[in-house]
Nanobody
Framework: QVQLVESGGGLVQAGSSLRISCVSS????????MGWFRQAPGKEREFVAS????????EYTDSVKGRFTVSRDNAKQTVFLQMNSLKPEDTAVYYC?????????????????WGQGTQVTVSS
């Protein structure tokens, strides 16, 4: 069973930056595409960012392009989401997810394993 543990969430003001992390327990991490999703109260879980097995290819939802950066450290089995210029509408629980295969995925059904989530709250 793969465990994904997110950390780094918190309460910040609009315009601030935050970096959240996700550590995977699975030693196939370096062969897996990884993704970040978020879910705001009363809304469906939505795709935020994804990167392939070596970080050579990335994908972002339009609303975060130019503000968020996804990256990974395969030696530490960790994926990061650097969030800059945060807005109140970025407020959500952020989840990381791991694929069985090496490529990017933008749909929840692309992912086999999920973390428990970390809360990010952006005040205006």
């Amino acid at each position: 069973q793969v465990q994904l543990v997110e950390s780094g969430g918190g309460l910040v003001q609009a315009g601030s930056s935050l970096r959240i992390s996700c550590v995977s327990s699975r030693d196939t991490f370096s062969q897996s595409g990884m993704g970040w999703f978020r879910q705001a109260p009363g809304k469906e879980r939505e795709f935020v960012a994804s990167l392939d097995w070596n970080g050579g290819e990335t994908e972002y939802t339009d609303s975060v392009k130019g503000r968020f950066t996804v990256s990974r450290d395969n030696a530490k089995q960790t994926v990061f989401l650097q969030m800059n210029s945060l807005k109140p509408e970025d407020t959500a629980v952020y989840y990381c997810a791991q694929r069985l295969g090496p490529f990017i995925g933008t749909k929840t059904e692309d992912y086999m394993y999920w973390g428990q989530g970390t809360q990010v709250t952006v005040s205006s």
